[in-house]
């Protein structure tokens, strides 16, 4: 099955910018992006805009976030937002997303090790 992306690279959602495509999955796509005020790296995890307007998967989402949110672990990624922003090149094209702790550099760091 192959990947559609919803956002190129450069693509800018709020303070944040648009890197590389992580990975997609049934809740979301996740990005590799750079928040501009901060000047960090951070993952965006965007619902799809066809789930957008779904409520079930938009409250799903949310409860997703809080529920990480409410946690405190190494192996747990930490949430730095929730939200929703309009993509300046497309007025009216509202995006709900996570922000979270980017992945570890090494990609082939396994989850039981330590992040530095």
């Known amino acids: 099955m192959a990947v559609i992306r919803s956002l190129e690279p ?8 648009v890197v590389s495509l992580l990975g997609a ?8 992006a750079r ?3 901060l ?12 789930l957008v307007k ?5 409250r799903r989402f949310a409860q997703e976030a809080k529920s990480a949110s409410s ?4 192996h747990i990624v930490t949430i730095y937002e929730i939200g929703e ?23 082939s760091q396994t989850a039981s090790e330590p992040r530095s």
Do not use: F
């Open 25 to 32: 999955g049934g809740m979301g796509e996740v990005y590799l």
């Open 85 to 107: 922003a309009e993509r300046p090149s497309r007025p009216g094209m509202n995006r709900r997303g996570i922000v979270i702790d980017p992945p570890p550099r090494n990609t």
């Open 54 to 58: 779904n409520d079930e998967r938009v």
């Open 39 to 50: 000047d960090r790296s951070v993952a965006l995890k965007i619902l799809p805009p066809d």
């Open 10 to 17: 450069g693509t800018v959602i709020g303070r944040y910018r």
């Open 35 to 37: 928040d501009e005020s």
């Open 71 to 74: 946690l405190n672990h190494p």
